[in-house]
């Protein structure tokens, strides 16, 4: 059985793997909330973002 940690760890090495990148990012309240207005349930602020810039999330490697 695996933990959590690792779990997430071979995610994120899928992730990366499949050409995603990981931004840390700073933005104003303002953005945040459009950001929070505009996602989709149990969709993440990186798919949101991803649809609206580019018209669509991208596809994510399966485990």
Request: aromatic share 4%.
């Amino acid at each position: 059985m695996t933990s959590n940690a690792e779990r997430l760890e071979a995610h994120k090495a899928r992730l990366r793997k499949a050409g995603f990148k990981r931004l840390n990012i700073w933005v104003c309240q303002e953005l945040a909330q459009l950001l929070a207005d505009a996602r989709e349930p149990q969709e993440c602020c990186g798919r949101t973002l991803e649809r609206l810039l580019l018209g669509q999330a991208k596809q994510r490697p399966q485990n």
